[in-house]
């Protein structure tokens, strides 16, 4: 069973930075995407980044020139730089992996509050 546990959440102000890791269980090489995600209350959940397994990059129009996503290979760990955080950010933030294109895995989540 895939298990993925992400961390780094936090209460920062507007304008602060955070960085989300997604540790998974298993070597990430084997997906492909993966990804983050968040919800924010009383929304559907909307797409943040994802990263493939070749390195490309895909970024919701909100985020682009302000979040960064990466991926270690040898930690087993994919990691979503958040620059220039403002209110709007405020959300709990999940971490995706894809598999073979079937199969779906998430963490559990990690809060981000933004303070204005």
């Known amino acids: 069973q895939v298990q993925l546990v992400e961390s780094g959440g936090g209460l920062v102000q507007a304008g602060g930075s955070l960085r989300l890791s997604c540790a998974a269980s298993?070597?990430?090489?084997?997906?492909?995407?993966m990804g983050w995600y968040r919800q924010a209350p009383g929304k559907q959940r909307e797409l943040v980044a994802t990263i493939t397994s070749g390195g490309s990059t895909n970024y919701a129009h909100s985020v682009k020139g302000r979040f960064t996503i990466s991926r270690d290979n040898a930690k087993n760990t994919v990691y979503l730089q958040m620059n220039g955080l403002n209110p709007e950010d405020t959300a709990v933030y999940s971490c995706?992996?894809?598999?073979?294109?079937?199969?779906?895995?998430w963490g559990q989540g990690a809060q981000v509050t933004v303070s204005s």
């Open positions: 298993q070597s990430i090489s084997r997906f492909n995407p």
């Open positions: 995706n992996a894809v598999l073979y294109d079937i199969y779906n895995y």
